[in-house]
């Protein structure tokens, strides 16, 4: 009789205070979901899990809501504890994966992504995301290989819709000097979305190496358009007429569009730098060269320019000191050892010019031939 009372007793108080169950609640947040009413979701997922510690659907989707979010951190403590449970259920690796390659921690992503292919390999999207971890962690080769098993198992309405996808893929195929490949690619995503400023800096990219100049500068010229305040078509138009049409002039033009959007940019000054040595102006290089460094202390090309421009000075000394600065950086530059020669024959110190011959042999014997010819003259 007393256990009857007690159970009603707290049937009375259920009905009176509106208690819920950890489940009544988690069907609840489930249907907040379904209607993309996610904080409010997110709070029944909560309160499900405070009713029933360990609650596995409710962590799951408490992540998920995290992740909907942007709250990253969260969304992974809670997808951590659903999977010890859910152990073979790919959507809870699927989740994390997203919560660990926002959080740029792409081994961890790759783990979750390959662990839910192997459990789920038609996956919805895993190959994608796959090649999204290695495109952010400069694996282009890897992020191609998965791009491509996507587009395999993807229809061409989807494909059709995601200008991103052809994007990535076409800045992939240009980091891997596959030129053609990336305009291909980066040509859907132009057509998919025509006002993407980074696709059109991609192909002028792509249409410079090719050596394509019109076309080059044609696809710069739409991203100024675009956005007449973003420096980079300047300079991808001033690199043009700098390494393909070889005019310095215009290459100084150009560059100098960039320095009025953005005083001091590393590459305007470089260039500009590199166009007046050219033109035999090694003293007015020397200001830009040295403001390119002040923009990027590890700037390799900058330091070899700069040293070129003191020993046509015949400042050999600082010469040295710069060059120098280039080979720390980077010990097997072909333009830094061949020039630091330049200088120690000018010296005439022809041991010292013998032993960088020798360390030149070794990477580039062309070049290192033509300074054997200069050291010989000693």
């Known amino acids: 009789m007393k256990q009857i009372l007690t159970l009603i007793s707290i049937l009375l108080l259920h009905s009176i205070t509106g208690a819920q169950t950890a489940e009544s609640l988690y069907e609840e947040g489930v249907k907040l979901k379904k209607d993309k009413k996610v904080v409010e979701a997110l709070d029944k997922f909560k309160e499900a899990i405070k009713l029933k510690p360990g609650y596995t659907e409710a962590l799951y989707e408490s992540g998920w809501c ?18 010890i449970t859910w152990t073979n259920i790919p959507k809870v690796f699927f989740e ?9 921690k792409y081994k961890e992503a790759l783990d979750d992504y390959f662990r839910a292919r192997e459990l789920k390999p038609d996956y919805t999207n895993i190959n994608k995301k796959i090649g999204e971890v290695y495109y952010q962690s400069e694996d282009y080769p890897n992020a191609i290989l998965y791009y491509e098993k ?25 980091a891997q000097k596959q030129y053609e490949k990336a305009i291909t690619a980066l040509d859907k995503s132009q057509a998919i979305k025509k006002d993407y400023l980074s696709t059109y800096l991609e ?39 700098r390494d393909n049409i070889k005019d310095c002039d215009k ?5 100098n569009k960039t320095l009025k959007i953005k005083t001091n940019e590393r590459k305007a000054n470089f260039g500009i730098g590199y ?39 015949n400042n050999y000394t600082e010469a040295l000191v710069q060059l120098n600065k280039a080979l720390d ?25 013998l032993a960088v011959y020798e360390k030149l042999y070794t990477i580039t014997p062309a070049t290192a031939a033509k300074l054997k010819e200069r050291i010989d003259k000693l």
């Not at 996507?150 to 240009?174: A, C, M, P, Q």
């Not at 290459?251 to 560059?255: D, L, S």
Request: net charge neutral; hydrophobic share 35%.
């Open 66 to 83: 995290y992740n909907d979010m942007k709250e990253y951190n969260n969304a992974l403590t809670n997808l951590n504890k659903a999977a």
């Open 96 to 104: 994390r994966g997203y919560a660990n390659q926002m959080l740029y």
């Open 150 to 174: 996507h587009e395999s198992v993807s229809t061409s309405e989807i494909l059709g819709k995601d200008y991103l996808y052809w994007y990535r893929r076409g800045f992939s195929y240009n």
């Open 203 to 241: 192909l002028g990219f792509a249409y410079t190496k090719l050596k394509r100049s019109d076309e080059a500068i044609a696809q710069f010229q739409k991203a100024i358009d675009l956005n007449p305040n973003d420096h980079v078509a300047y300079n991808g138009i001033a690199e043009v007429y």
């Open 251 to 255: 290459a100084i033009e150009w560059y």
């Open 275 to 313: 166009c007046l040595n050219s033109k035999g102006q090694y003293t007015e290089a020397r200001a830009y060269l040295k403001a390119a460094i002040a923009g990027e202390p590890t700037y390799t090309a900058a330091y070899i320019d700069l040293g070129y421009s003191e020993y046509m000075l």
């Open 329 to 353: 950086l980077n010990e097997s530059s072909t333009n830094a050892l061949y020039y630091k020669g330049l200088v120690y024959i000018a010296k005439q110190e022809k041991q010292n010019a």
